[in-house]
């Protein structure tokens, strides 16, 4: 079975500063994976995917994330923390279910804080 | 990326009722998923709403308690059942549209999610 562990529950970082949310995964093959972002308040939207293409995949609002197989990481990084980034961040493993779609299996969820 | 609604976005509940949400496709789509995020809690799976046969439930989860409907490629429903205070939830429903024939591939299509419905019971 496929899960996915998000290191962090919480990360607190300055305005302009980087940003590391840490997330391993385990999968029994070649996983795909995906970041979300939540607002407050608001729905979830999708901040990039890897699968098995590039292993440093670009998204939205300047996100990226890196595979690393020998070390089971997908995790996310930005070079400059801006203030409306604050939001919870899901690491979600997709598993292939015959004759269907992926079924997503989320992280617990890291909660981005961005002081000014 | 497909367009979701939700309806309602947000209702409060006696314990013992039952609420119907529903959720709402501009475009038609294959899949249909409904989750379920308890406060400070991560998403959690109900069930995969198929269309014209009855939906797959994940394990914890079943048709008395949450049943769904799904009578066409745009639209779907969950019930909430005899709600009790352990139901306050958001509930999300989330859509993919396959992009490839396998089925071991449709596992990278990403999928998009409404904007949820917010269920306190009290």
């Known amino acids: 079975a496929q899960s996915v562990t998000q290191l962090d529950s919480h990360v607190s970082v300055s305005e302009g500063t980087p940003v590391l949310l840490r997330c391993n995964y385990s999968s029994s093959y070649s996983p795909s994976l995906f970041w979300y972002v939540q607002h407050p308040n608001k729905g979830l939207q999708l901040l990039l995917k890897y699968t098995s293409a590039a292993t440093l995949v670009k998204g939205i609002n300047g996100f990226e994330a890196e595979f690393k197989k020998s070390e089971t990481s997908f995790h996310l990084t930005k070079p400059s923390a801006h203030m409306s980034d604050a939001a919870e961040y899901f690491c979600?493993?997709?598993?292939?279910?015959?004759?269907?779609?992926?079924?997503?299996?989320f992280g617990q969820g890291t909660e981005l804080s961005v002081k000014p | 990326s497909a367009v979701i609604s939700q309806k309602p976005s947000r209702d409060i509940c006696q314990r013992g009722t039952s609420l119907t949400i529903q959720c709402q496709v501009d475009s038609q789509v294959t899949m249909m998923f409904w989750y379920r995020q308890q406060p400070g809690q991560s998403l959690t799976l109900i069930a995969t709403a198929n269309q014209g046969s009855e939906a797959t439930y994940e394990s914890g989860f079943v048709i008395d308690k949450f049943p769904i409907s799904r009578p066409n490629l745009t639209f779907s429903t969950l019930t909430v059942s005899n709600m009790s205070p352990e139901d306050s939830s958001i509930y999300l429903c989330s859509v993919v549209q396959p992009r490839a024939a396998s089925p071991l591939w449709r596992a990278r299509d990403e999928q998009y999610f409404g904007p949820g419905t917010r269920l306190t019971v009290t």
């Open positions: 979600v493993v997709s598993e292939a279910i015959y004759n269907q779609g992926g079924k997503l299996i």
